[in-house]
Structure formats: C-alpha cells, structure tokens
C-alpha cells in the first residue's frame, strides 16, 4: 500500500501562484511515476502534469509555460508550481502515484481561482 498526502491547495487571485505537494509513504518502489490531475466542476478528470522515474514530464496543453513539476526522490515527494493562475484552473487537484505495485490517488486538495 502507498499513502499520498496532499498540501498547498487553497484561494488564489488570477495570476497568482501556488504550489501543491504531493508526499508518498509505505511500500515505494525505486521507480514510480507521480503526477498531478484535476476534475474541474462539469469537466473531465484531465492530467495536469506527471513526472516519471528519469525525469520525463508530460503535461496539458494548459499547463504549458505556467505549471511546472518537479521531485524530489529522497522525501518521495512531487511539486507542481503554478504561476499564472487562470479562473479557469478552479478545481480539485489530484495526485496520482504509479509504479510496479500499483496506482493511488491521493484525496484531492481545491484549488480555486477567484479574486
């Protein structure tokens, strides 16, 4: 089992920044893939950004140029950074982690976007 802890979420202006962590505990393989996704009200759930064992990071389209992921392998722990903060980001962020053991979610955090 993998426990995911979600942190950073809240109320942001447009344009604004914000970060979200992401720290995985329990049985963590050496090689894993986290990433964060995100169910907008009346939306799909959509990847945000994810990030694997060697560094590869995928990402939507709206992410691109304000988001960016990042880990750090000895806490176990994923950060998305976003800047720029669009209302249209107003969601619950997800965060996912997948290996050879399986894949979790963690609870979700809010993020909502309004001034």
Not at 10 to 37: D, E, H, R
Not at 89 to 108: E, F, I, L, M, P
Request: with cysteine.
């Amino acid at each position: 089992q993998v426990q995911l802890v979600e942190s950073g979420g809240g109320l942001v202006q447009p344009g604004g920044p914000l970060i979200l962590s992401c720290a995985a505990s329990g049985n963590i393989f050496s090689i894993y893939t986290m990433g964060w996704y995100r169910r907008a009200p009346g939306k799909q759930h959509e990847l945000v950004e994810q990030i694997t064992g060697g560094s590869t990071t995928n990402y939507a389209d709206s992410a691109k140029g304000r988001f960016t992921i990042a880990r750090d392998n000895a806490k176990n722990t994923v950060y998305l950074q976003m800047n720029s903060l669009k209302p249209e980001d107003t969601a619950v962020y997800y965060c996912k982690y997948s290996s050879y053991s399986g894949t979790y979610w963690g609870q979700g955090t809010q993020v909502t976007v309004s001034s």
